[in-house]
């Protein structure tokens, strides 16, 4: 399995898109769209998890997530979604330390994700810095990491 990060000019790009769209997770279509309109800042990624030329999953380095224009915090991971097939062999962890040392090579101190979910991101490090009304209305966790 190799995990690469990548832009739109991977040959891989628009097979994560096709594999996103039509992913069992309904975000996965979202990231697709992003990934059509190449809606994405020069240094920003989309981290996979392929085997060979299959994707077995994905995630996103980038500037923004769910929070308002006016947040201060950058950037984030964000769209963390590994197919059911390989689940359970630590793909996430592995797309994210990815996505971490990236951040801290183009030179972030600090690398944020958004989540509802409780005791995910604290097992790889992330601490919650708090809980943020997003751009869709709802509030969800802000978790940090230092890079």
């Known amino acids: ?16 898109a096709e594999f996103a769209q039509n992913c069992s997770w309904k975000a996965g279509r979202f990231l697709a769209e992003r990934m059509r309109k190449y809606d994405f800042r020069d240094w920003e990624r989309v981290i996979i998890a392929a085997d060979h030329e299959q994707i077995a999953g994905f995630c996103t380095l980038t500037e923004k997530d769910e929070l308002p224009d006016d947040a201060t915090f950058s950037p984030f991971i964000g769209f963390v979604f590994v ?8 793909l996430s962890g592995q797309m994210i330390r990815a996505a971490l040392g990236y951040a801290k090579e183009i030179g972030y101190p600090s690398v ?22 997003t751009i869709y209305g709802t509030t969800e966790q802000l978790f940090q990491i230092a890079v």
Do not use: A, C
Not at 1 to 16: A, G
């Open 112 to 133: 944020y994700i958004v989540s509802g979910e409780q005791g995910l991101y604290e097992k790889y490090g992330f601490e919650k810095i708090g809980d943020y009304e």
């Open 1 to 16: 399995m190799n995990i690469l990060l990548i832009s739109q000019e991977h040959p891989l790009w628009e097979k994560t």
């Open 83 to 90: 197919d059911q097939r390989y689940r359970g062999n630590r």
